[in-house]
């Protein structure tokens, strides 16, 4: 039997206009694929894995934001190796009803003339870098601050939530639940099974097809070769680990599931337009500069 996807309530709070919280747990207690009647805006502040939204799966690591719009099925699998030497992954999340956004707009003049021209998504969005700086610097403020306090930060944020321009869709509304629950049980397959070869026969029998129609069915839902789904993945984990570890590139290469490490080389350059030991290199002095920069 298919797991449905949850139609997940925030939890009511009749003293607070809208949801947060700053959380650490184990990455199995992260919710499932679930929807609910709210803006969520998250940031991850520990860990890497698959993030489901609509139609869409991608990898995502830590310092990345997203806003997913109400209604949308998503779910945030975090690989377990990624959780932090307590076994915790970490991520700041506000959610908001659009009523909040609009009985906000009615009482604020200074907000309306902000956000009445503004076109309201209904993809999911993950900023750019500047963008995304600037809405962790909000979050972490709510964090340390009181109700009182969140509440103003909001009124502030909401304008960078929905005027940014650096920012790119990662997730339409899905045709169906159906076709969203597969894809997620795809997007979890991969994550268990990476650092392994993984077998076409395998993964499609894990969801109830044959090779031929999982092959069909991949490429007609994501625009690629499942193939091609298995080393974004890989390569996108292998960048979190050169810029978050001092591993040595061979063994990264072979924690990601490259068997080769010439080959292992030769993809990240082709992929990422430079090779390992340059992308490590420029990661770091970039996060040197963007910390030099806040001070």
Not at 6 to 32: C, G, M, N, T, W
Not at 72 to 97: N, Q
Not at 104 to 115: G, H, I, K, S, T
Not at 253 to 274: A, S, W
């Amino acid at each position: 039997m298919e797991e449905a996807v949850i139609p997940y309530e925030l939890p009511e709070v009749d003293d607070h206009s809208f949801f947060f919280i700053a959380q650490r747990i184990a990455p199995s207690l992260e919710a499932k694929l679930h929807r609910h009647d709210a803006w969520e805006l998250c940031c991850v502040t520990h860990g890497r894995g698959i993030r489901s939204a609509g139609d869409t799966q991608q990898p995502f690591s830590a310092g990345e934001v997203v806003l997913i719009p109400p209604q949308m099925a998503h779910c945030w699998s975090y690989a377990p190796e990624s959780a932090d030497v307590r076994g915790e992954i970490g991520y700041l999340m506000a959610a908001f009803a659009h009523s909040f956004v609009e009985k906000c707009m009615a009482v604020f003049p200074e907000l309306r003339n902000r956000l009445e021209e503004v076109r309201f998504p209904t993809e999911a969005l993950r900023f750019g870098y500047a963008t995304a700086q600037t809405i962790r610097a909000s979050l972490e403020r709510m964090a340390a601050t009181d109700e009182l306090g969140r509440a103003c930060e909001m009124l502030r944020l909401l304008p960078t939530v929905f005027r940014s321009v650096d920012r790119v869709a990662v997730g339409r509304p899905t045709r169906s639940e159906k076709e969203a629950r597969r894809m997620q049980r795809i997007a979890e397959y991969v994550m268990a099974h990476y650092v392994h070869p993984i077998a076409l026969d395998g993964i499609a029998a894990e969801i109830g097809m044959n090779r031929s129609a999982f092959c069909t069915f991949f490429k007609k839902a994501k625009g690629i070769t499942f193939s091609e789904f298995v080393t974004r993945y890989r390569l996108h984990t292998a960048c979190g680990l050169l810029r978050d570890s001092d591993k040595p590139v061979a063994e990264i290469c072979y924690l990601v599931g490259f068997r080769d490490i010439p080959h292992f080389v030769r993809v990240f350059t082709g992929r990422m337009g430079l090779p390992p030991t340059r992308y490590r290199a420029l990661s770091r002095s970039q996060r040197e500069a963007g910390a030099d920069s806040g001070k």
